[in-house]
């Protein structure tokens, strides 16, 4: 049969993406400690296409899919990458995964346990032989109002925040680490399951410790600035506020490696 995609194209013009986008696959995630948790992840896959190239081939990106994507390990996901672009026969090559993360997280007082999940992506590209990989985890926290805390009679508003903190590292850096970076600068961290001492410990930890957006965001920034595995990050921190039908937000972008 005649491979018609490979016929040559007369328009000369570059495609710089094509390929599957939102195609859902059975992932295993190895954790920090050397466990495996199985997830769903959803793939975008492309590669560039030159300009007297009529069509990619489109059923090569799910086959890679089922040999080589069905283990993410953030170390080896420019691996993965590096090999779609070859056997696609391109120059530049790009492979994004979201998934749902859990930890099973320990109550404070109590120590019952229960599972909490987080949103994670990787973005990754392969051009000039070299991979470019960025890790997103979106961590959702609690925060309280310094200002409502200073001028209120009775307590203070507080609200669930998403802290979405994106990096660049070398050596690799693992996405519960990211995770415990976030959570240890918000008012309080956050779980799926508490016990009424538990409860009372975390709303009088978050009363204790007021933070603004602003703070947040430059609390985790400082961390990040004193890590040296960081190479670029951005920290956005957005609360849900309980009083207005609104969100307060707040960003931090650097790349270190232009200081």
Not at 93 to 102: D, R, W
Not at 110 to 115: A, L, R, T
């Amino acid at each position: 049969m005649e491979d018609v995609q490979n016929r040559r194209d007369s328009r000369e013009i570059d495609i710089n993406k094509v390929g599957i986008k939102d195609i859902r696959h059975p992932v295993s995630i190895q954790n920090r400690g050397g466990s495996i948790q199985h997830t769903i992840g959803q793939f975008n896959m492309y590669v560039d296409l030159p300009h007297d190239q009529k069509g990619t081939h489109m059923s090569r990106f799910v086959a890679l899919l089922n040999e080589e994507c069905s283990l993410i390990d953030t170390r080896t996901f420019g691996d993965t990458i590096a090999n779609m672009t070859k056997r696609l026969e391109e120059k530049t090559g790009f492979i994004e995964v979201n998934f749902p993360f859990f930890l099973r997280k320990k109550a404070p007082v109590s120590g019952v346990e229960s599972m909490l999940d987080y949103e994670v992506s990787l973005k990754g590209s392969w051009q000039d032989g070299k991979a470019n990989i960025l890790t997103t985890v979106v961590v959702p926290v609690t925060s309280l109002c310094p200002c409502s805390k200073k001028i209120s009679d009775y307590g203070a508003h507080n609200q669930r925040s998403h802290v979405t903190l994106t990096i660049q590292s070398n050596p690799h850096i693992w996405i519960e680490e990211l995770i415990e970076i976030a959570e240890k600068e918000a008012s309080s961290e956050i779980f799926a399951l508490l016990k009424r001492p538990d409860e009372k410990l975390v709303t009088e930890q978050a009363y204790d410790n007021p933070k603004f957006v602003e703070d947040i965001v430059r609390d985790i920034a400082n961390d990040l600035n004193n890590d040296d595995r960081i190479q670029y990050y951005k920290v956005e921190t957005e609360n849900f506020e309980s009083i207005h039908n609104h969100s307060a937000y707040a960003l931090i972008e650097q790349d270190k490696r232009e200081q």
